[in-house]
Nanobody, 121 residues
Framework: QVQLVESGGGSVQPGGSLRLSCAASGSIFRINAMGWYRQPPGKQRELVAF???????IYADSAKGRFTISRDNAKNTVYLQMNSLKPEDTAVYYC???????????????WGQGTQVTVSS
């Protein structure tokens, strides 16, 4: 089994910053892509940023220039640095990872439990 555990959410004023972390653990043979999605109140889940094992990162237009995704492969961890936060960034943020578990030669999608980010004055 593979688990994704997020941390770093919370409340912040507009213009502030937060850093989210997500650590993958369990029976992992290989982690392919990692990313962050969010679900604002009353809306559908949407992509925020995505980082494959190789190649360029992908950002939603709303995140470009303000958010930075990075990963530490040695720690099986992905980060999301969020700067210049706006009230419309308020959402539950979910970590995502495409993982090939040990003893199972296929890729599977895994999700974290979600962490609340609230931007309000």
């Amino acid at each position: 089994q593979v688990q994704l555990v997020e941390s770093g959410g919370g409340s912040v004023q507009p213009g502030g910053s937060l850093r989210l972390s997500c650590a993958a653990s369990g029976s992992i043979f290989r982690i392919n892509a990692m990313g962050w999605y969010r679900q604002p109140p009353g809306k559908q889940r949407e992509l925020v940023a995505f980082i494959p094992s190789g190649g360029s990162t992908i950002y939603a237009d709303s995140a470009k220039g303000r958010f930075t995704i990075s990963r530490d492969n040695a720690k099986n961890t992905v980060y999301l640095q969020m700067n210049s936060l706006k009230p419309e960034d308020t959402a539950v943020y979910y970590c995502y990872s495409e993982v090939m578990p040990t003893l199972r030669p296929e890729n599977y999608d895994y999700w974290g439990q979600g962490t609340q980010v609230t931007v309000s004055s």
